[in-house]
């Protein structure tokens, strides 16, 4: 099980995991497969046609130099010519190819984090930094990008060349090239050094990257609260401290990456050095010709920059490794809710509406104390029930369990009679409409988010939805319903926004209606014409509101009081107001009554039936 920190899982003591998370994404390589034998096969001969142009030196030394003649120079010297046009022709091939699977990957895994962050239920996103799933979203991911098209295509060639210069120079000379084979042995434990230590600042960095992100993102957020209490000081300071950290662990990287990549220049050049004495005084005694000399020198030189590359390929390689952990952090989180096998859809036609929660007790994970205990409460099929409690007493959370943003603890809400939990999402969500006390608008038209849950409504269907929710305005937006809104669009005021929001719930008028507080934010002109409006779509819809006043209160059938995460009354308003002090003083300035419960507000069974027969007994 991952350890959590900040809201954020982090998995320690397993070095291997790293690496096996990043082999984990090699499927993403497959829809590539053929470019990426294209880029492979070019940057191979790219690579022999390179190995080849000291060979021909070398035979234009010992041949037409030392034997002067100029025919023969022309042909290899046109050789070499033609060697280096097919090396850059090569190159071309080998990067076109690079981009294009690349990039595609990188689109295709990106696609899948979103997907897999869809599925995953809201009590994931509760828990988790945006900044961290951000970053995870966009660095990594292009962490990963260039090390499968440059760290990982560099490694594989270098090691490639490594063997094939290693090769050719003990054919050359035996001691001299086991002699650079030997120098491969400091290489491997530099590296392998150097690679420990870089695992661990690179997971710290991004982690980092992420905590960053996430401030930005609460501030840019926030921006109007925090200006408002002149906050900005201490803001910018927590910023300063996290940007301070980020930066001093990126000091600390590319310090190690230096020293290593010192050591790295070192010893080829080390190595070179001994070879050129060496070399020479071989050449004196006649066992080695200057051609082969040259040979050996030139090739020998093409390994410095594979041996130089060498630390940040694996400082790539090490990010690559730390960010597939990171993505993989999020990728197999099991999305808690989801289709249970048996799950059926229901079509709208067939639904009644009837909502009921039978002992339901709800605690969100992490937490000790249940918000929701023994919850029992029925909805009769177009019955309008709302909500009411003091703050922070459950009413947003008990909404939340019906189109199973969350799941019940214990107990089950059925919708005729069928448990939620065996009904396809789907259909679930198509049959309820919510509306949340926060309306969120996401940066697109006003048409695409009103048909956010009902892409196959018609302009009739949007027209009725925008006319109950009195949100006709839309039309009047610049470019009606085609205007953006939301983060990057037109700003609305907090009432529109909440009135597109009532639409988008509304919009086909879906079997049950959720809503949260939903006339929070209006004038008390407009509350009144959607209150009215709300009145005539109420009339044939299941409804659940959460309600804070008392004009909203209006609305409903019945109302049930929620105190400390359970139901304790249940009846119509002007009963429960007035007899029920508790629910007097949600509603109105009251002080809350230290009084016994009325006999109304005692559990169910116990009490006598309302006068319209069903109040004030607990369903
Ligand atoms: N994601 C969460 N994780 C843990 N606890 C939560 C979470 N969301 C809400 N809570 C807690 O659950 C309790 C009920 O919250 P909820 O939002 O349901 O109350 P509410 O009655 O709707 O309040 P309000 O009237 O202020 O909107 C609160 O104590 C709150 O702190």
């Known amino acids: 099980m991952p350890a959590e920190s900040d809201g954020v899982p982090t998995h320690r003591g397993d070095a291997a995991r790293p690496l096996r998370n990043l082999w984990r994404l090699r499927h993403y390589l497959r829809p590539h497969a053929v470019a990426f034998c294209w880029l492979l096969v070019a940057a191979l001969a790219a690579t022999g046609a390179s190995l080849a142009v000291p060979l021909v030196v070398q035979r234009v030394v010992d041949g037409p130099v030392a034997r002067h003649d100029p025919g023969g120079l022309v042909r290899l010297g046109g050789l070499a010519l033609l060697l280096g046009l097919a090396e850059a022709l090569l190159i071309f091939i080998r990067r076109w190819a690079q981009t294009s699977s690349s990039v595609g990957m990188e689109a295709t895994i990106r696609a899948d984090i979103y997907a897999h962050l869809q599925r995953l239920p809201a009590g994931f996103h509760d828990r988790w930094q945006t900044g961290q799933l951000l970053s995870r979203v966009t660095s990594d991911l292009s962490v990963i990008r260039r090390f499968l ?62 905590d960053v992100a996430t401030l930005v993102e609460e501030t840019a957020q926030g921006l109007r609260t925090m200006k408002a209490y002149g906050r900005g000081p201490e803001l910018a300071a927590r910023f300063a401290d996290g940007a301070r950290a980020l930066h001093d662990t990126g000091v600390a990287k590319s310090r190690l990456l230096a020293r290593t990549s010192a050591l790295f220049d070192l010893v080829p050049n080390l190595t070179l050095g001994v070879v050129l004495v060496a070399g020479a005084v071989a050449a004196a005694r006649g066992a080695l010709t200057i051609g082969e000399l040259v040979a050996f020198v030139s090739l020998q030189l093409m390994l410095i920059w594979p041996v130089q590359s060498l630390g ?68 009769e099929p177009g ?62 038209s ?30 009047e937006l610049p470019w009606g319903l085609a205007t953006r809104v939301g983060e990057q669009g037109l700003t609305l005021s907090g009432g529109q926004r909440q009135r597109l929001a009532l639409a988008r719930a509304v919009l086909g008028r879906p079997a049950v209606l959720v809503l949260d507080d939903p006339l929070s934010a209006l004038d008390v002109h407009t509350e009144a014409l959607v209150e009215a409006a709300l009145r005539r779509v109420l009339r044939d819809t299941t409804a659940l509101l959460v309600v804070h006043r008392p004009s909203t209160v209006a ?51 116990r009490l006598p039936a309302g006068p319209d027969g069903r109040g004030l007994v607990r369903s």
């Open 446 to 475: 006003v048409w695409e988010n009103l048909t956010l849950g009902r892409p196959d409504a018609d302009a009739d269907e949007v027209r009725a939805a925008l006319a109950l929710a009195q949100a006709d305005f839309a039309y």
């Open 149 to 210: 098209s440059f760290g990982l295509l560099f490694l594989v060639l270098n090691l490639v060349t490594y063997v094939a210069v290693v090769v050719l120079l003990v054919r050359l000379h035996p001691t001299l090239g086991l002699l650079v084979a030997a120098s491969a042995v400091p290489l491997f434990l530099i590296s392998r050094r150097f690679g420990r230590y870089y695992h661990a600042a690179s997971r710290r960095m991004q982690d980092q990257q992420g």
């Open 312 to 379: 940040w390929i694996i400082a790539n390689g090490q990010e690559a490794a730390t960010a597939a952990d990171r993505i993989q952090e999020v990728l197999d989180t099991e999305p808690a809710i989801v289709d249970a096998p048996h799950a059926v859809g229901l079509a709208r036609a067939g639904v009644r509406g009837r909502l009921a929660f039978e002992g339901v007790s709800f605690r969100y994970p992490g937490t000790p104390a249940p918000v929701l205990r023994g919850i029992d409460l029925t909805v």
């Open 383 to 444: 019955e309008t029930l709302a909500l009411v409690g003091a703050t922070g007493v459950g009413k947003s959370t008990l909404l939340s369990l019906v189109p199973r943003l969350h799941d019940v603890s214990a107990g089950r809400i059925t919708l005729d009679g069928h448990d939620v939990r065996d009904l396809q999402l789907a259909s679930l969500r198509r049959l309820v409409g919510v509306a949340f006390e926060e309306p969120t608008l996401f940066s697109m």
């Open 555 to 605: 609305l409903a059938d019945r109302v049930a009081l929620l105190e400390r995460g359970r139901i304790t009354a249940v009846g119509t308003h002007s009963r429960l107001l007035a007899t029920v002090p508790a629910y007097r003083a949600v509603l109105s300035a009251d002080p809350p009554s230290t009084d016994p419960p009325p006999a109304e507000a005692r559990p169910a069974g």
